[in-house]
């Protein structure tokens, strides 16, 4: 079964959707980002979705559903790159994405990502907790 690379970046985990997205590949990105989260202690995830035309209302849920799993991971997720079209289908579709930060590229994305994690460091004193 093929897999959705993910980078680490320092802190950041980096995921990259170069292919049309199918429900099982979701279910698998969903665990396998979980999993990395949690093993690398990741601050914050980026996922570019900027390759995709379409999102449904699966995968959407699938994309808020990582969000949720990365915060309660003690990690922030940006979703980037996200088509004019898409974010209409979203809206149409009535989804709400309440954990989800969006930008509008990579760049901008990985800005938001480090001051939350700037701003969360200092809100906790001396930073986050040893897992």
């Excluded at 396998?32 to 989260?37: A, E, F, H």
């Excluded at 990579?106 to 994690?117: F, H, I, N, Y």
């Amino acid at each position: 079964m093929e897999r959705i690379p993910i980078l680490q970046m320092g802190e950041f985990l980096l995921v990259t959707i170069q292919v049309d997205m199918h429900d099982r590949l979701a279910m698998a990105l969903q665990d396998d980002l979980t999993n990395r989260i949690s093993k690398t202690s990741a601050r914050g995830v980026l996922i570019d979705i900027s390759s995709l035309e379409i999102v449904d209302s699966f995968i959407g849920r699938i994309l808020g559903t990582i969000a949720t799993m990365s915060q309660i991971l003690d990690a922030q997720t940006v979703v980037v790159g996200m088509q004019p079209a898409v974010a209409i289908t979203l809206v149409e579709l009535g989804l709400s994405l309440p954990k989800i930060r969006t930008a509008l590229n990579v760049e901008k994305g990985m800005e938001l990502l480090r001051a939350s994690v700037g701003r969360r460091s200092k809100e906790s004193g001396n930073g986050r907790a040893k897992r």
